[in-house]
């Protein structure tokens, strides 16, 4: 174990300070399960999977049951059944993760939905969100420290990752004009959801001409993925938070399109170097969500995955009200907060120390 007495009240202080800021919005905080016999499929996200075994009953009858990745399956059915603001504060898991300083099989996520609002609406709130918390360990940080080897101890505040931690005005990017200003490339041209086969052709001719080999059956995801996280992600700038706006509408989610535009109504942002939340303006097209489903189900055959999607969920997207639903990492803010630099320094009894250390 790496965490003290006083990181860990410090952590407690921090995430009562995020369950009091949305209770005083009148946000209605939700448990909800961490078991469950169906999920939204996503075939980027690995599951922990298990079987619930009836008593006297063969194995074979056993039902499948999956830890899930995150609230948003559950937190939807209540918005479609009109239950206003939402947010969750619960524990989350991934499978096939590398551990590492940001990521660990099991984490702590902030999920929240505001009704009637859409994503640019969630990054004034997000900026509020930030502005409320107590910062250090204890509470009253006034002024960021320089940054010190941390000389391997992980206690230590020494790692701080500079004066735009969790500072409240954001920088804002599209992710358009990160591709024009970092690299120098066009990515509108090679992105039109509308003509997909064009597109693919586009963004291969543009990472040759960045030297990187393309593999005849990467999708157009696939190929963005390896440019935005090979020479886009490590060039974004530190010096304050950033929300990287409208991602293309071709990596697949549950974002709506933005109209008349190849960008999806998404931003992710980054603070001290991590990706720190993600956040959309919920689709509420029920043959658009049928359709996400359908070909995440289909990627998931062809890897060999076993998991089952609910039918049923495509109505439930179609019964949302206008809504932004945003996922935060509460580990990573923590992090930021404390000016601490590894995930096992802000989790109880980490997995890094039993499985694997980055």
């Known amino acids: 174990m790496n ?28 448990t909800p399960p961490i078991l469950s016999p169906r999920v939204i499929p996503e075939a980027t996200i690995p599951l922990f999977s298990t079987a619930y075994r009836i008593p006297g009953a063969d194995d074979r009858e056993a039902q499948p049951l999956y830890l899930l990745p995150s609230p948003e399956y559950y937190l939807k059915q209540l918005l479609s059944r009109d239950w206003g603001n939402l947010f969750s504060i619960s524990p989350c898991f991934r499978n096939q993760e590398v551990l590492t300083r940001a990521h660990s099989l099991e984490f702590t996520m902030l999920e929240y939905y505001s009704v009637q609002k859409d994503y640019r609406d969630s990054i004034a709130l997000t900026q509020e969100l930030f502005a409320s918390l107590p910062l250090g360990i204890q509470g009253d940080f006034h002024a960021p420290e320089p940054p010190t080897p941390s000389g391997g101890s992980f206690d230590s505040a020494s790692a701080w990752p500079g004066p735009g931690g969790l500072h409240r005005d954001f920088h804002i990017l599209t992710m358009e004009d990160a591709f024009t200003q970092i690299l120098g490339r066009d990515l509108a041209s090679a992105a039109d959801p509308d003509h997909p086969d064009q597109a693919r052709t586009g963004l291969a001719a543009m990472a040759s001409s960045l030297d990187m080999g393309v593999q005849p059956d990467e999708s157009w995801d696939d190929i963005f993925q390896r440019i935005f996280l090979t020479h886009i992600e490590p060039e974004l700038p530190q010096d304050r938070p950033l929300v990287l706006l409208d991602y293309p509408y071709l990596v697949p989610s549950t974002a709506k399109r933005k109209p008349g535009t190849p960008w999806a109504e998404r931003w992710e942002l980054y603070a001290g170097g991590l990706e720190v939340a993600n956040v959309y303006t919920e689709e509420s097209d029920p043959g658009v969500t049928r359709l996400f489903m359908e070909r995440e189900l289909a990627q998931l055959r062809r890897q060999g995955s076993p998991v089952q999607g609910d039918p049923e969920f495509v109505s439930v997207a179609g019964s949302l009200p206008r809504c932004s639903g945003g996922a935060l990492g509460i580990d990573r803010l923590v992090m930021l907060a404390l000016g601490l630099d590894h995930i096992a320094q802000v989790t109880l009894f980490p997995l890094h120390s039993s499985l694997d250390r980055d």
């Open 3 to 30: 965490m003290s007495p006083e990181t860990y009240r410090a952590r407690t202080r921090i995430i009562q300070a995020v369950r009091d800021f949305f209770t005083s919005r009148d946000y209605l905080e939700i």
